[in-house]
Each structure stands twice: as structure tokens, then as C-alpha cells.
């Protein structure tokens, strides 16, 4: 996979938790304030029926009793049933449905203890027989003093349910949406950033290929990039150096050992020659010889001289270069004359004059 397939995934990996840890907290929230609406909605309805029965009067427990079914009438509404129970969870009213109000749930007796303490705010959600939730809200009667009884509210949560469905809709809708924005544009984003190593990259393949010559050439930042692009040119700045420093001197190396060939062999062709003298027997007399073995003396002593240098020359690693010296001519060519006298013998030279005559 490509850098920029990973930095971009990678990237999402972040973002992707952290939206959905802000869908859900959302989504709890959401919830949270409609069952709680809900809730507020129950009360709120429930206050003044209760206040207009029970406020500014004395009452009693069968008092309570007498008013349970109109009271729970009066509570009940097109989306809340409602009940009467009295201090000891019997239910004493209830209100029979005929157009179609729902119906409130009986509840165990112990879930009344808290709202018959004198608890305000005593909220259920239960199951109805559809598997539906209901929310059951306990309202103390009366609420101002020692409750004589309950009024057990409740209502069906399914269009809050629904309000919640479509928020995760638009919000899965949105995310989605979101998502594939920050993916065009953190890819983009990392494709740009990326381009000059990109690029590097590909000078790196050209050098590797023998092209010495090339370079990023970018201009040098304060980030990474620039500083790796600087000493990458750096590098290749050396290396360049260094190999034409190696070719230089195995050029040097080459030119040695070819001036060091042609001194070798000169006196070894010169020691061959003396020893062919030798061997056909020109040489006849003891002057002669001695001067041959002279020659050939002076020829190997030259020849020790040079394998010495170069030995030295191997030991020590110095340039192989040879050092220059004055030669005097004169004796120079007397060698060479003595040394051509020798391998002659008794041949005769004769040149060519092109418009005279031998």
C-alpha cells in the first residue's frame, strides 16, 4: 500500500472514533431530553387537575377514593392514561378508555413506596404487550403534604423514538458525508505534502541507474522534507566526487602499470638477448664475455631496482607515481651502442638512401 493510502487511513482511524464517541454521546443526550420532556409534559398536565381537586381542601382517604375515577379521567388524555392509587398500592380509579386513550399499566407495588414518601419526580420505563416502551410517571396526591395516594401517568415513548430515528438517520447521513469530504481532502493534503519525496524518489531510481548528474534541486525549508532533499544532495555531491576520484586514480593505476610493464620488459628483453649470445656462442673472447656479463649484471641489478620501488610503492599505498631524475645522455648512448655491438655479432647494417646508391 502507498504512503499516502496509509497516512490517509491512518488519519481516519483517528477520526473515525472520535465521531462516533460525539454520534453516540448525541444520541444519548437526544434521548435523554425527550424522555425527560415526556416526563415535564406529564407533570405539567397532571398540576392543575390535581391542584383543582385537592387545593384549599380538606381531604381524606375516602375523599380520595370517592373523586379516583373522575380524577383519573380528568388526567387522562389522546396519548396519556392514567390511574388512581391509594397509600397502600391498591389501585382506587382508573379511566376506561372509549376513544382510543391508552391504558395505564399496573405497576408492583413496591415502585409506589418512593412516590408515597413524598418524592416528586418518580419515573418508569417499562414494556407494554407490543414490546413498546412506556414511560410511567408517579405523581404524589397531594404533592404539597403527606400523599394520601399516586396518580400513575403514562404515555407511549414511540413518537420520541421516532424523533430519535430520524436524528441517527441525518446523522449517519451527515458523518457519511463528512467522511468521504475528509477523505478527497486529507488525501489531497498528503499527496501534495508527499509530491517531493515522490519526486525524490524518482531522481534516487536515475541515480541508481548511473546518472550521476541529477539532483531534487527543492528549495530548502525549515521541515523535514527540505532538510532531506538538502542532504540528499549533499550526498550525491560526494559520491559524485568520490567516483571520479576512484576513476582518476584507476586511471593513474592503469598508466602505472603500463609504464611499469614497459620498464620491466626492456631489461628482461636486453637479458634475453645477452643470454641468446651467449648460448649461440658469438661471444668468443674473455673480454667480451666479461663485458656481456657486465651488461647483463647492470640490466638485472636495474631490474631488482624497479621490482624494489614497486614493492615499496604496494607497502607504503603512495601514489604510483615515478620520480624524476636527470639522465646523462652520453652514457646512455654508449650503453645502448655497447649493447646493440654485442647483439650484432658480425651482421653489417645497410640503409636505403631512396636517390643514391647503397
Keep these: 500500500m502507498k504512503l499516502r493510502w496509509r497516512l490517509t487511513l491512518s488519519t481516519l482511524t483517528l477520526i473515525a472514533p472520535l465521531l462516533l464517541f460525539l454520534f453516540t454521546h448525541d444520541l444519548y443526550n437526544l434521548r435523554s431530553f425527550l424522555i425527560e420532556r415526556e416526563s415535564l409534559r406529564l407533570r405539567a398536565q397532571a398540576k392543575p387537575v390535581i391542584d383543582t381537586e385537592l387545593l384549599n381542601r380538606s381531604f381524606d382517604d375516602d375523599k380520595l377514593r370517592a373523586i379516583a375515577d373522575r380524577l383519573a379521567t380528568d388526567l387522562s388524555s389522546i396519548e396519556t392514561g ?51 416502551d412506556i414511560l410511567v410517571a408517579l405523581v ?113 593505476l592503469r598508466q602505472f ?3 611499469v610493464s614497459h620498464e620491466l620488459r626492456t631489461p628482461l628483453t636486453v637479458i634475453g638477448g645477452y643470454a641468446d649470445l651467449l648460448l649461440r656462442g658469438v661471444v668468443t673472447t674473455p673480454e667480451e664475455n666479461t663485458r656481456l656479463l657486465r651488461a647483463m649484471r647492470r640490466e638485472i641489478n636495474r631490474t631488482e631496482r624497479l621490482v624494489r620501488d614497486l614493492l615499496l610503492l604496494v607497502r607504503s599505498d603512495r601514489a604510483a607515481t615515478f620520480e624524476m631524475q636527470a639522465v646523462n645522455l652520453s652514457e646512455l648512448c654508449t650503453e645502448i651502442a655497447a649493447q646493440c655491438s654485442l647483439m650484432m655479432g658480425q651482421r653489417v647494417f645497410q640503409s636505403y638512401i631512396p636517390n643514391g646508391t647503397l
Excluded at 415513548?157 to 478527497?184: D, M, N, P
Excluded at 524518482?202 to 541515480?207: L, Q
Aim: glycine letters at 6%.
Design 257 to 259: 602499470l603500463a609504464d
Design 140 to 252: 404524589p396526591i397531594p404533592p404539597r403534604q403527606t400523599p394520601l395516594g399516586v396518580a400513575v401517568l403514562s404515555t407511549s415513548l414511540e413518537s420520541s423514538y421516532q424523533l430519535v430515528r430520524q436524528h441517527v438517520l441525518s446523522t449517519v447521513v451527515a458523518c457519511l458525508i463528512l467522511l468521504t469530504i475528509a477523505v478527497i481532502a486529507i488525501f489531497l493534503m498528503v499527496r501534495s505534502n508527499l509530491r517531493p519525496l515522490e519526486y525524490m524518489a524518482v531522481v534516487a531510481y536515475r541515480i541508481a541507474q548511473g546518472d550521476l548528474s541529477q539532483r531534487s534541486n527543492l528549495k530548502p525549508g525549515m521541515n523535514e522534507i527540505g532538510q532531506l532533499a538538502r542532504s540528499f544532495d549533499e550526498m550525491v555531491d560526494r559520491l559524485q566526487s568520490a567516483l571520479a576520484v576512484k576513476t582518476q586514480s584507476e586511471d593513474r
Design 82 to 132: 392514567a390511574s388512581i392509587v391509594d397509600r397502600y398500592g391498591r389501585e382506587i380509579g382508573r379511566h376506561n378508555s372509549t376513544i382510543g386513550e391508552p391504558a395505564a399499566p399496573q405497576l408492583p407495588k413496591d415502585w409506589y413506596a418512593s412516590a408515597l414518601a413524598g418524592e416528586l419526580k418518580q419515573d418508569h420505563i417499562i414494556k407494554d404487550r407490543n414490546g413498546s
